[in-house]
């Protein structure tokens, strides 16, 4: 039993290293969701055009050369249960800035920001007839950290978080940021609604479990089989030992000079008559 457990643990390892690094790694780690001001009182079933920021690292637009980061948008996930709602977003002119239109119906709601290749981000829960409360920051940021202004007069409503301001200037190197519409940021193209869906996780992300899963029982039963295979081989010479038989192998010749006695193995007289040879027979006859 030892050995499945350590060849199992094996495979698990090799089935771990096997697997894609997640993009959120390559990426840069985290990202954070900011909302634009939203009404005083939101009711539901009504339409609602919001602005946000997606912000990696909380405080600048997504750089990473040769990446693209993906759809966006804000995610709505009943607290009873049931319901999920997604909404993606749409670029406005403003680097890391985005624009959806959505529709809340009656009840509580947890409020998500779709952040791409990023993990989803919790905003905050919204009650309907009422608003949001925003939750708990999921990062810390450094007071008085160095931050870089990337907008010019449209900007996130919180910068500079707290941090002191050194440039003006977006990096020498970025990657491209998505095309935006030409159409004035005042009135931005609002987005089709896609139909509720079933919840099927809380962050809406996948893990291939059933491979690994699958192979790792399809290890263990192999190596159960061989283990069993190898204990019918140990059992069967035991049991003719048990049965007091013995093999052609041994029995070996009698030794020369030793006369076998009446009775025993390789006497004549213990021999059955059909066991007897030519010369145990004595012909009497004529000459």
């Known amino acids: 039993m030892r050995r499945i457990l350590v060849a199992l643990g094996a495979a698990v390892m090799a089935i771990a290293a096997a697997l894609p690094v997640?993009?959120?790694?390559?990426?840069?780690?985290?990202?954070?969701?900011?909302?634009d001001p939203l009404p005083d009182k939101l009711v539901a079933d009504k339409a609602y055009t919001i602005g946000y920021w997606v912000l990696q690292h909380g405080t600048h637009p997504f750089d990473v050369q040769g990446e693209d980061l993906g759809t966006t948008g804000l995610r709505l996930i009943s607290t009873s249960?049931?319901?999920?709602?997604?909404?993606?977003?749409?670029?406005l002119p403003e680097p890391a800035h985005y624009a959806v239109t959505i529709k809340i119906p009656d009840g509580q709601w947890r409020l998500q920001g779709v952040?791409?290749?990023?993990?989803?981000?919790?905003?905050?829960?919204?009650?309907?007839?009422?608003?949001l409360t925003l939750a708990p920051p999921q990062f810390a940021r450094g007071v008085g950290a160095e931050v870089v202004d990337y907008w010019g007069s449209i900007k996130p409503p919180s910068f500079p978080w707290d941090g002191k301001v050194t440039s003006s200037r977006p990096p020498a190197v970025s990657a491209p940021q998505p095309s935006a519409p030409?159409?004035?940021?005042?009135?931005?193209a609002?987005?089709?609604?896609?139909?509720?869906?079933?919840?099927?996780?809380?962050?809406?992300?996948?893990?291939p479990y059933l491979p690994i899963v699958t192979a790792l029982l399809a290890i263990g039963a192999t190596?159960?089989?061989?283990?069993?295979?190898?204990a019918r081989v140990r059992q069967g010479p035991a049991d003719g030992a048990a049965r007091g038989g013995t093999t052609p192998d041994e029995t070996g010749p009698t030794p020369p000079g030793d006369a076998a006695q009446p009775?025993?193995?390789?006497?004549?007289?213990?021999?059955?008559?059909?066991?007897?040879?030519?010369?145990?027979?004595?012909t009497i006859g004529r000459d």
């Open 223 to 230: 190596l159960l089989v061989q283990r069993a295979a190898r």
């Open 115 to 131: 952040q791409g290749i990023f993990m989803p981000h919790e905003i905050g829960t919204l009650v309907i007839p009422g608003g």
């Open 182 to 188: 030409q159409a004035p940021a005042a009135a931005p």
């Open 190 to 207: 609002p987005s089709p609604q896609r139909t509720a869906t079933p919840a099927s996780g809380d962050d809406g992300w996948s893990v």
């Open 22 to 35: 997640h993009a959120e790694t390559r990426a840069g780690g985290w990202a954070t969701t900011e909302l």
């Open 81 to 91: 249960g049931g319901t999920t709602l997604n909404f993606t977003g749409t670029p």
């Open 263 to 282: 009775g025993q193995p390789g006497s004549s007289a213990a021999r059955k008559p059909s066991e007897q040879t030519e010369e145990d027979v004595i």
